[in-house]
């Protein structure tokens, strides 16, 4: 007799349960829906994709999150689309940029790029423009973005990016050469130093290469080390050294930057040291 109230119990646990289950199934469902159509650029369609999964479940943070994140884009768009100002056009072209790269929708990266160097025409919107050329293997389109700049305009990160573009192109003689007179900027950044760690490896110099790559993972925060190490493992200039041991020897160069107990997050929302550290402490004054 107990055990069947035991067996009664349990039916009767488990038909409570499986309403929750059913509707976490749908907030689950409907999230993936939102981020396969954000992918797409569909931005409409993955806000009500991302709506549809926070109503489901309304105790689960990051579903609202995605769906406030995709409806300030769609805002900014629209700004974009009509804004006259050129520090405000620029300033939304670069905020939706940041999105873009961040969700990788290449594509309307390309489109946003292709604007900005139209208007700026510098060496910095030429660089952006040509990196989402390569990373869309568009390599013929990016070493022409690239030589068009006036040579009075050309820097050091669009000459080791050209370097980079040519041997993509099979033209490795010309990478050469540049390779063998770039020098890198005193004070130079990491990802300047990256960049040349890429050209020296495309121009078929390992030593100098991996050399500039611990150069740069040591100029890198620890927090953000990963998406430079995530890059490198697939990038075609490191191709011909990512199974040897100095290339992992290499990524595993620890960073001499010091860093607080900051998380290092985009924003200070859900870190456990909001309201602690001087960062957040300064916004809320």
């Given amino acids: 007799m107990k055990t069947k109230s035991l067996m009664a119990g349990w039916v009767v646990a488990a038909l409570l349960a499986v309403p929750g289950l059913a509707r976490a199934e749908s907030a689950q469902e409907s999230f993936a829906k939102g981020e396969t159509l954000l992918a797409k650029a569909d931005f409409s369609a993955a806000l009500e994709a991302f709506s549809a999964a926070a109503r489901a479940d309304r105790t689960n943070q990051e579903y609202m999150q995605h769906y406030a994140m995709v409806r300030r884009v769609i805002s900014l768009r629209t700004r974009f689309e009509s804004e006259q100002d050129p520090q405000q056009w620029e300033y939304l072209a670069r905020a939706l940029r940041a999105f873009y790269a961040s969700e990788r929708i290449y594509p309307e990266i390309l489109a946003l790029d292709q604007k900005l160097h139209a208007r700026l025409n510098n060496a910095e919107s ?5 990196e989402t050329q390569l990373s869309m293997e ?32 099979g033209k490795r003689d010309e990478t050469k050469q540049i390779a063998a007179a770039f020098a890198l900027p005193e004070g130079a950044g990491p990802g300047l130093a990256y960049a040349a760690a890429r050209l020296h490896g495309a ?5 100098k290469a ?28 490191f191709a011909a050294m990512a199974s040897t041991a100095d290339f992992a ?34 916004q809320n004054r």
């Fill in 138 to 169: 568009q390599n013929a389109e990016a070493v022409k973005t690239l030589s068009s700049l006036p040579a009075g305009q050309a820097d050091a990160a669009s000459r080791a990016l050209l370097g980079i573009a040519l041997a993509r192109t």
């Fill in 210 to 237: 991996l050399q500039l790559l611990k150069t740069c993972l040591e100029a890198v925060p620890a927090s953000r080390q990963e998406g430079f190490q995530t890059h490198a493992r697939t990038c075609p200039e």
């Fill in 249 to 282: 020897a290499a990524l595993a160069t620890p960073s001499k930057v010091h860093e607080s107990k900051c998380s290092g997050g985009s924003s200070c929302a859900g870190c456990p040291m909001s309201g602690k550290c001087p960062k957040s402490q300064a």
């Fill in 126 to 130: 030429a660089v952006m423009l040509a």
């Fill in 203 to 207: 121009a078929g110099d390992a030593a």
